[in-house]
T-cell receptor
Framework: GNSVTQMEGPVTLSEEAFLTINCTYT??????LFWYVQYPGEGLQLLLK?????DKGSNKGFEATYRKETTSFHLEKGSVQVSDSAVYFC??????????FGPGTRLSVLP | EAGVVQSPRYKIIEKKQPVAFWCNPI?????LYWYRQNLGQGPELLIR????????DSQLPKDRFSAERLKGVDSTLKIQPAELGDSAVYLC???????????FGPGTRLLVL
């Protein structure tokens, strides 16, 4: 079946540090890949997505590249801000199927 | 545009009591999802509606959970009776063009004592 694995948190960084949150997946076929973010007290929001191999999703300074050869979709940001503190979820969806979410990685950015 | 609305935001009940959660999706969204999110885990789908029809309820524990979506708009998820292990956040989401564009509500945090 489909599954998503993320690096365990919490991740604590200083403001302006470089961020990487690892995500790997197992799936049949060619899934679409997503990163969702959940800010404190709010619902999940789509951060970025990629629908085919080698696609790069980007939004708000975050990027992730769909790597089929390594079945990965790592999230990166060059310079994090305090406002980026949240829980980040990697997810996949095959065509016509439901989402499978990873366990989430909590990020805390200190001023 | 209003987002997905859920109520209540928090609920504390004793085990064996019933509980219900309500969701109002974004206007015009035909697809509605209920997820359960356990502490430290990602959301897991419980049930998916296309209009008023439940098209995927394979993960819904039918002995104690039930859901309905009357008139294909609002939806209610019920647990009766609740167990300690039901403590979790229950998320509702809606979409108009498939799961890739689903919008999530803030969730209902349930604590069963």
């Amino acid at each position: 079946g489909n599954s998503v694995t993320q690096m365990e948190g919490p991740v604590t960084l200083s403001e302006e540090a470089f961020l990487t949150i690892n995500c790997t997946y197992t799936a049949t076929g060619y899934p679409s890949l997503f990163w969702y973010v959940q800010y404190p007290g709010e619902g999940l929001q789509l951060l970025l997505k990629a629908t085919k191999a080698d696609d790069k999703g980007s939004n708000k300074g975050f990027e992730a590249t769909y790597r089929k050869e390594t079945t990965s979709f790592h999230l990166e940001k060059g310079s994090v801000q305090v406002s980026d503190s949240a829980v980040y979820f990697c997810a996949l969806a095959n065509y016509g199927q439901n989402f499978v979410f990873g366990p989430g990685t909590r990020l805390s950015v200190l001023p | 545009e209003a987002g997905v609305v859920q109520s209540p935001r928090y609920k504390i009940i004793e085990k064996k009591q019933p509980v219900a959660f309500w969701c109002n999706p974004i206007s015009g969204h035909n697809t509605l999802y209920w997820y359960r999110q356990n502490l430290g885990q990602g959301p897991e789908l419980l049930i998916r509606y296309e209009n008023e029809e439940a098209v995927d309820d394979s993960q819904l524990p039918k002995d104690r959970f039930s859901a309905e979506r009357l008139k294909g708009v609002d939806s209610t998820l019920k647990i009766q009776p609740a167990e300690l292990g039901d403590s979790a956040v229950y998320l509702c989401a809606s979409s108009s063009t498939g799961p890739e564009t689903q919008y999530f509500g803030p969730g209902t945090r349930l604590l069963v004592l």
